[in-house]
C-alpha cells in the first residue's frame, strides 16, 4: 500500500554528517507517525527519531542534539539529518511508517535500509 525507500547512507569520518531520505510512494500527510531506527547485526532494531503529523518529534537519548528528523510533504519524504557521527551509529537505518486506520487499526510500513558506516 505505501512503499518506503531510504537514500543517503555511505561511509563517513567521525566527526562527519550525513542526510538519509526516505521518499514514500505517496502522501505522507495522512501517515501519523514516521520514524528511524537502526540496527547493528546481532542486537535489536531501536528507535533513533519519530515525528507525528502534528510535528511532535522524539529521539533517542543518544542521538539528543546531533540527530534532526524533519517532513517535507510536497515532496512525500522525511530527512534524517545526522551531524557529529559516531562509531557507534554505524547500522543500517530503516524508515519506518504508522498509519491510524478508519477501523482503529494501525497499519506499519517498513523500508529496505540504508547502510550508514562510521569509521576512520
Known amino acids: 500500500q505505501v512503499q518506503l525507500v531510504e537514500s543517503g547512507g555511505g561511509l563517513v569520518q567521525p566527526g562527519g554528517s550525513l542526510r538519509l531520505s526516505c521518499a514514500a510512494s505517496?502522501?505522507?500527510?495522512?501517515?501519523?507517525?514516521m520514524g528511524w531506527y537502526r540496527q547493528v547485526p546481532g542486537k535489536q532494531r531501536e528507535l533513533v527519531a519519530s515525528?507525528?503529523?502534528?510535528?511532535?518529534?522524539n529521539y533517542a537519548d543518544s542521538v539528543k542534539g546531533r540527530f534532526a528528523i524533519s517532513r517535507d510533504n510536497a515532496k512525500n519524504t522525511v530527512y534524517l539529518q545526522m551531524n557529529s557521527l559516531k562509531v557507534e551509529d554505524t547500522a543500517v537505518y530503516y524508515c519506518?511508517?504508522?498509519?491510524?486506520?478508519?477501523?482503529?487499526?494501525?497499519?506499519?510500513?517498513w523500508g529496505q535500509g540504508t547502510q550508514v558506516t562510521v569509521s576512520s
Open positions: 519506518k511508517g504508522e498509519r491510524i486506520e478508519n477501523g482503529g487499526g494501525l497499519s506499519t510500513y
Open positions: 515525528h507525528t503529523s502534528s510535528g511532535l518529534t
Open positions: 505517496e502522501t505522507i500527510v495522512r501517515i501519523y507517525r
